[in-house]
């Protein structure tokens, strides 16, 4: 079982940067991908960005790529996503999920149902 908990989303304007984490909790943290998922208002859930477990590959959704990174730390059990040059339609609500079952040479496709485990959520506003 793994148990997820993201923060640091709040209310910033248009450029700004904004860093969330996501502590996870359970063993062997460094042996699966995570994930951060987001949902606009009125939008489904959409796929932002994806971390192997050691950390060496990465993928990110075209509507983010240059301006977000995804990293982790496996000491500390954390992922983070650090988003620089925010704009109005990055607001929403940010998730964190882990996904255990899923191979490095599927992780760049970013299915949602392939994670297993998903945090609360954190929302980020982007005011234009």
């Known amino acids: 079982q793994v148990q997820l908990v993201e923060s640091g989303g709040g209310l910033v304007q248009a450029g700004d940067s904004l860093r969330l984490s996501c502590a996870a909790s359970?063993?062997?943290?460094?042996?699966?991908?995570m994930g951060w998922f987001r949902q606009a208002p009125g939008k489904g859930r959409e796929f932002v960005a994806v971390?192997?477990?050691?950390?060496?590959?990465?993928f990110y959704a075209d509507s983010v790529k240059g301006r977000f990174t995804i990293s982790r730390d496996n000491v500390k059990n954390t992922v983070y996503l650090r988003m620089n040059s925010l704009k109005a339609e990055d607001t929403a609500v940010y998730y964190c999920a882990a996904g255990p079952r899923i191979p490095n040479y599927r992780l760049s496709r970013g299915q949602e149902n392939e994670f297993d485990y998903w945090g609360q959520g954190t929302q980020v506003t982007v005011s234009p």
């Open positions: 971390i192997s477990g050691s950390g060496s590959s990465t």
């Open positions: 359970g063993r062997a943290f460094s042996t699966y991908p």
